[in-house]
């Protein structure tokens, strides 16, 4: 089964309106300057793998009281087997939250359709055409479109989320992604954190003002059902 690289027991954000928990998975194909997750993406052989025994009694220990948990990472997707942690995780009666960069398309619309996945968020990077630019890596543009698209459709619940980053992103590409997502429910506006990044130049970078969050929130409504502003 997919190595378990860490577990946070209660992440009370990361699952909006359930009690969860977090399981983080290592590796991905993305290589995002600004990654506050650099150990998982760059040095995932430098983490304890969690055991699978004290995995499954954690499960069994929290039912009744968790709602759900969180696959997150790295990117979850990446892993060929994750449908096996899902079904571990669905068969104990838990709601399960995928994140991902939506560069498995094929494999996320299986895992929704098999009814493993309750709640989808997928991390916008920019818009379509910069996106080479931005995860410094090989994208297919067209397998992060199908995503969408996968997402928009599938019937369960689902946030676009975008992390801005003060010399990376800014107003004319926030109102390309609203017009690449436009109709979407629910998009989300992140803080970015300078902390632990994959470029350690990132760590220098200072967050946008809250008040630049609320006015581009305020400026991407149209495109949207719900605009969030998480972390400012």
Known sequence: MVEIKGLEKFASKDFPGHISSTVFLAGCNFRCPFCHNSDLVLNPGSLQTLDLNFFLSYLDSRKGWLDGLCLSGG?????????????????????????????????????????????VAMDIKGPLK??????????????INRSVEVIKNSGVEYIFRTTVVPGLLGENDLIQIGGWLKGARVFQLQQFVPQNTIDPEYLKVKPYPAEQLQSWAELLKPYFEEVRIEGA
Do not use: C, M, Q
């Open 130 to 143: 910069r996106y080479p630019e931005i995860v410094r890596a090989k994208v297919d543009l067209e397998k």
């Open 75 to 119: 990117e979850p997707l990446l892993h060929e087997d994750i449908e096996v942690l899902a079904r571990v995780i669905k068969d104990r009666g838990f709601l399960l939250k995928i994140d991902t960069n939506g560069s498995f398309p094929e494999r996320l619309e299986y895992l929704i359709r098999e009814g493993l996945v309750d709640w």
